[in-house]
């Protein structure tokens, strides 16, 4: 065993440290993370296709039932953390688990917009006890982690949901264009039944492993003080303000609201298949993906170009848009839109979580999931009644935001310049 592992080891804890690093299995978080975003990303989106394109209900109405979930998550948080102090969080997942296919197949079942709407909020709150409790089991396992170990950990849980989200989209393209909609709905429905026995998986919570994190909380703490001390060059970007990353998260979430909410209404006005909304969206989600990859293996400089060209591309496509009406066209560009979207996010999340590890705090964290949960819950219900106007309208508006905030991005990272950065 590698001696890295005994980062956080001092000779009464050596032995306890030590089978802390083999206790644990992390396995089941990936698995239900992939089954989550596989499912989600096909039911989702054919049951947004279902409403619109079969249902016939109109955009102000589609715009409050993608939304009321997210909106809900903001405050889910709050009461899923109540919960899991109470049951632990094993026993939280498997509860979510439990309850989501309940949730999701009655909805297959009524499509009244105000049953569906309170559908909605129960899987947001739901939400509120399924993803805190994969990321709080992630970091308790990374208290007693070697750092390579604890790194491989958040990769293989990123590509986990990334991939069933990315394979999800692919996969529910082909159910929907050779049956349908609701079909697919019902075959991405039964794939929630898998959540039940995976989340039983988890590792039971042990008092031994609570005194095992709290022997260990002093010495990890000087660990993570050094390492992330304000000259490491690991920690570079604080030279960005804060206030860098929340305006790249709203230009993030407003933009990809818009795009994904919007594609579905321009098939419909060129009359074409409710199916090629799966194919476009997956290529945005591939090519963010890309970008969140791509961003993170440049330096400091660099980034802060890239983003500035990315939030001048965003404003542009719209623009195009606006004045190239052609579904072929607007069915590529979204799709690159995406790359633009992932530099802009991985810059955003990487500031916002090295601020929360310097200042060892959540609360740069809980602002981000607010503003990711304003912009994505509040955009649809705004844009819903914006396109039963014009449908041009909200990427005219895009454009003036990105261009705004682009001043505004320029003028914050001005202590970024070309001597801080290295490669």
Same mark, same amino acid.
């Given at each position: 065993?590698k001696?890295s592992k005994?980062?956080?080891?001092t000779?009464?804890q050596?032995?306890i440290?030590?089978?802390s690093f083999?206790?644990?299995r992390a396995?089941? $978080?990936f ?5 989550r ?10 049951l ?7 249902i016939?209900?109109?955009e102000?109405t589609l715009?409050?039932?993608s %939304?009321v979930g997210?909106?809900a998550?903001?405050?889910?948080? *709050? ?6 102090k109470?049951i632990?969080?094993?026993?939280a997942?498997?509860i ?7 949730l999701?197949g ?6 009244e917009p105000l049953?569906l709407i309170?559908c909605?909020i %129960?899987?947001g709150?739901s939400l509120g ?8 089991l992630?970091s308790k396992?990374?208290s007693? &982690?070697s750092i390579?170990?604890s ?5 293989n ?7 069933g ?9 082909f159910?929907a264009?050779?049956?349908?909609d609701y079909f697919?709905?019902i =075959?991405s ?5 898998l959540?039940?026995?995976?989340s039983?998986f ?12 709290n022997?260990l ?5 000087e660990?993570n003080?050094?390492k992330?001390?304000? &000259?490491n060059?690991?920690?570079q970007?604080?030279?960005y303000?804060i206030i860098f990353?929340? =305006?790249?998260?709203a $230009?993030?979430?407003?933009s990809k609201?818009i ?5 579905p209404?321009?098939?419909k006005s060129?009359?074409?298949?409710s199916?090629l909304?799966?194919l476009?969206?997956c290529g945005?989600?591939?090519?963010q993906?890309l970008g969140l990859?791509?961003?993170n ?8 170009? =890239?983003i500035?060209?990315s939030t001048?591309a965003? &404003?542009?496509i719209?623009v195009?848009?606006?004045?190239f ?6 069915s590529i560009?979204?799709?690159?839109s995406?790359l633009f979207?992932?530099?802009?996010h991985g810059?955003a999340?990487?500031?916002?979580l090295?601020?929360?590890? $310097?200042?060892?705090?959540t ?7 607010i503003? *990711? ?7 649809p ?10 449908i041009?309208a909200?990427?005219?508006f895009?454009?003036?935001?990105s261009?705004?905030a682009?001043?505004?991005?320029i ?8 001597e801080?950065?290295r490669s």
């Open positions: 065993m001696s005994k980062i956080f080891i000779p009464d050596s032995i440290a030590e089978k083999l206790d644990y396995w089941p $978080v698995i239900l993370a992939f089954i975003l596989f499912y989600v990303s096909i039911f989702d989106r054919a947004s296709n279902y409403l619109y394109f079969v016939d209900i109109n102000s715009g409050f039932i %939304s997210a909106i998550y903001i405050f889910a948080p *709050i009461i899923g953390q109540k919960i899991t109470k632990g969080s094993r026993n997942l498997i979510a688990s439990t309850v989501t296919p309940i999701t009655i909805q297959m079942i009524y499509f049953f309170i909605r %129960s899987i709150l006890i399924f993803w805190p409790n994969c990321f709080n992630l396992w990374q007693v &982690s390579e170990k790194d491989r950990n958040f990769r849980f990123n590509f986990s949901w990334n991939l989200y990315i394979l999800g989209l692919l996969i529910g393209f159910w264009f050779s049956l349908n697919a709905m =075959i429905w039964s794939f929630t039944f959540l039940i026995p995976v039983f988890i590792e039971k919570d042990s008092n031994s492993n609570q005194g095992t994190e022997r909380e002093n010495t990890t703490s660990v003080s050094n992330y001390d304000h &000259s060059s690991n920690t970007l604080m030279l303000p990353s929340w =305006i790249s998260i $230009v993030l979430t407003i609201s795009f994904i909410f919007g594609y209404v321009f098939l060129f009359e074409f298949p199916y909304t799966y476009v969206q945005l989600q591939f090519m993906v990859t791509l961003i293996s440049v330096n400091i400089y660099k980034r802060k170009t =890239i500035l060209i001048v965003i &404003s542009f719209s195009t848009i606006v004045f009406g052609n579904l072929l066209y607007i560009i979204l799709a690159i995406g979207l992932g530099f802009i810059l999340m990487k500031i916002m090295e601020y929360g590890t $310097v200042e060892n705090t609360k740069y964290s809980t602002i981000n999931e503003l *990711i949960g304003m912009g994505f819950g509040i955009t219900i705004i844009a819903g009644y914006v396109f039963e106007v014009n041009y909200a990427f005219v895009i454009a003036i935001l261009f705004s682009l001043i505004l991005l003028y914050f990272s001005r202590a970024v310049k070309r801080n950065s």
